[in-house]
């Protein structure tokens, strides 16, 4: 698949898997990390289907360069453009999710969005979010081992070898986007939701 898409440009579609791979991010981000805060829902909606949108596109573009950079220092031969392409199509189980994420937030409602500060859910509720999570989760590793075949198979090296970038190309990422949340928070306060201290 990813030989096949190594000589197109980056199109629609791969801009449109990047901004969907951004909402589901940003959801299962806020999920996880605003749980049991006095943040509204509709902050929460707002930041991932605004900013999580650009967040995917920019975050592509970021790992595309990262990925490039260090698949060249390994002996790899491949652009930031087809990079790009491994990482737009080999997220499709992280965009999927997004689509588990609408279905489980029409059966159980707010709940799939954020839990309310001492609001007890029922078990059916919980198992059902605990279904969804596990799924994400689930679709994440899938979306990683196909990510890694795409690098082993545009860089030209060994699968370890294009493991061991993609694990590398992660942690730096990780770093800079850390840096440049904590940048944010300081130089546009509100922007993003944040749990109260």
């Known amino acids: 698949m990813f030989r096949e898409l190594a000589t197109r440009p980056i199109g629609a579609a791969d801009y449109l898997l990047a901004a969907t791979q951004g909402i589901a991010t940003s959801i299962m981000v806020y999920r996880t990390q605003l749980s049991g805060t006095n943040v509204g829902t509709a902050e929460i909606l707002f930041s991932a289907f605004v900013l999580g949108p650009v967040a995917g596109v920019v975050s592509m573009y970021l790992f595309a360069a990262i990925y490039a950079r ?5 002996g ?5 453009q087809q990079l790009f392409h491994v990482l737009a199509y080999g997220g499709i189980p ?3 999710s ?8 029409l059966l159980v409602g707010e709940s799939a969005v954020l839990e309310r500060p001492g609001v007890e ?3 059916f509720v919980a198992f059902v979010l605990r279904l ?12 990683f081992v196909l990510q890694v075949m795409g690098f082993s198979e545009m860089l030209g090296l060994a699968t370890r070898r294009a493991f061991g970038i993609w694990l590398l190309g992660q942690f730096l990422a990780l770093l800079l986007t850390l840096f440049l949340s ?3 928070a300081l130089m546009l306060p509100g922007l993003v939701p944040t ?3």
């Open 70 to 74: 260090l698949g060249a220092r390994a």
């Open 76 to 80: 790899g031969k491949s652009t930031r």
């Open 94 to 96: 992280v965009t999927a």
């Open 98 to 105: 997004l689509i588990l994420w609408l279905f489980t937030a």
């Open 121 to 123: 859910i029922d078990d």
């Open 132 to 143: 969804q999570f596990g799924s994400y989760m689930l679709l994440s590793l899938w979306s």
């Open 182 to 184: 904590l940048l944010i």
């Open 195 to 197: 749990a109260a201290p």
